[in-house]
């Protein structure tokens, strides 16, 4: 192996990381792992990221940049399924994976594991390779479970991820919150775990006149909410609909909503619901996905985005929208206490109650609105999180696993 630079067997195998984001299995994680790929292989690394075929469209190989690529296996019928049903099909996931490594002479120095499922295949692949395998679950089942809202995580999940917490050389996690979770829950020992912040990307993200952006969007003058992301249960989207009422000193005030696709139907349809007891249908505006590359227009013709969550295991929404210079209210998740400098780029609030949700929104709305300058200094706050940097931070962690002695696959 060259010393600077690692050949890294990425796992994703339940979703697609050039999926449709806001999608009810593509979100941060995926944008983590295209993100991350990419930065790795402009850094001079080899990345292949491996995931099930899902579309018989796609090509089996897709560039993701220099030196980094996305290999689609196939795993059962090519067609989205629910992530648990993904589970029978590891095994055969797995094997392709190899049959594909075979045939193309291909040699890893690590395994880098993404989310519970591939942590399974990442199991095998270390056990066959003899290279260490480095797992980073994105959410925690029993922290999900423990929170209680949405769907259950199954005991399958949690086994799965017990046992790959005990199997791997390392854990990366993006938060010290989650650091603690996976001691206490999972009875990992502190010192396999690293922590390693989720990065933005700053040239998608940037500011854009307030008016240009509205004007672009058809938006008129006026106080604008934002939300940002899957539509899930565990988002606090009613949270946030629920403040909506308590902030009648802003008149004309709207929210606009990003994300949901047609597997998120039945949770866009429970929220129209709610704004219509709340008596807000015609305030807020359920814009369904939006691509990445327009996101920008968004944040920057809103006053105020806001994080209402349950559960965050980072909070990438939050750094898309200092990006492009526009403050946020968050319930404190994630590492939003990290990324908010609380009352100077936004306000992190103590539960995502409605009160302390619309307390935090109406002291972020009775500001003058923000112009060119104050837009920059939001953005300046947040420059760390490039991901350069944070590749940086990845690779250092996944040294750490090559420097213990495993011979590499014949
Ligand atoms: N996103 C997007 N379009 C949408 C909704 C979300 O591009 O319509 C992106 C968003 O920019 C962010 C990611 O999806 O990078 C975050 O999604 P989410 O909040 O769902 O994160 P997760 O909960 O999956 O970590």
Redesign the pocket.
């Known amino acids: 192996m060259d010393e600077n630079r690692l050949r890294i067997a990425m796992l994703s195998a339940h979703s697609c990381p050039v999926g449709?984001?806001?999608a009810r299995d593509?979100?941060?994680?995926?944008?983590y792992i295209r993100e991350l790929a990419h930065e790795l292989g402009k850094q001079g690394h080899h990345v292949d990221v491996y995931t099930r075929a899902h579309d018989p469209a796609d090509r089996q190989i897709v560039d993701l940049g220099q030196q980094a690529r996305l290999i689609h296996l196939k795993a059962g019928e090519e067609e989205q399924i629910h992530k648990l049903a993904v589970y029978s099909y590891l095994p055969e996931f797995t094997c392709n994976l190899e049959n594909f490594r075979k045939n193309n002479g291909l040699r890893y120095d690590i395994i880098f594991s993404h989310y519970w499922l591939s942590g399974w295949v990442g199991k095998y692949l270390q056990q066959w390779w003899q290279v260490p395998h480095v797992v980073m679950f994105?959410?925690l089942g029993a922290v999900k479970n423990a929170i209680g809202i949405g769907e259950d995580a199954s005991e399958l999940r949690i086994v799965t991820e017990r046992e790959a917490v005990n199997d791997c050389q390392r854990v990366i996690v993006a938060t010290e919150r989650e650091k603690e979770e996976l001691i206490r829950r999972y009875g990992a020992p502190p010192d396999k775990i690293g922590i390693v912040p989720c990065g933005v990307n700053m040239e998608i993200f940037q500011p854009v006149a307030r008016m240009a952006a509205r004007q672009k969007l058809g938006l008129t003058n006026g106080k604008i909410l934002l939300f940002?992301?899957?539509i899930?249960p565990?988002?606090g989207v009613d949270q946030l609909l629920k403040a909506i009422p308590r902030l009648q000193d802003f008149k004309g005030l709207r929210m606009i909503i990003?994300?949901?696709d047609e597997y998120s139907r039945s949770e866009v349809e429970r929220l129209r619901k709610l704004t219509g007891k709340l008596k807000i249908q015609d305030r807020v505006t359920f814009?369904?996905?939006?691509?990445?590359e327009q996101?920008p227009y968004f944040y920057s013709a809103a006053d105020v985005c806001v994080v209402p969550?349950y559960y965050?295991?980072?909070g990438?929404?939050a750094l898309?929208s200092l990006a492009c210079g526009t403050p946020v209210v968050a319930a404190d998740v994630g590492d939003l206490k990290n990324i908010i400098r609380q009352g100077e780029t936004g306000y992190v609030v103590d539960g995502n109650t409605p009160q302390n949700l619309a307390d935090g929104i109406a002291l972020l709305l009775s500001r003058p609105p923000g112009d060119v300058d104050s837009a920059l200094s939001i953005r300046d706050s947040i420059n760390r999180y490039s991901w350069a940097n944070i590749a940086e931070g990845v690779i250092s962690e996944l040294s750490l696993s090559t420097d213990r002695q495993m011979t590499p696959v014949a």
Do not use: A, Y
């Not at 593509?26 to 944008?31: A, D, K, L």
């Not at 814009?287 to 990445?292: E, H, M």
């Open positions: 449709d984001l806001g593509t979100g941060g994680m995926s944008v994105h959410t940002v992301g899957r899930d565990l988002k990003i994300g949901g814009q369904g996905l939006i691509k990445q996101l969550s965050e295991s980072f990438l929404v898309e």
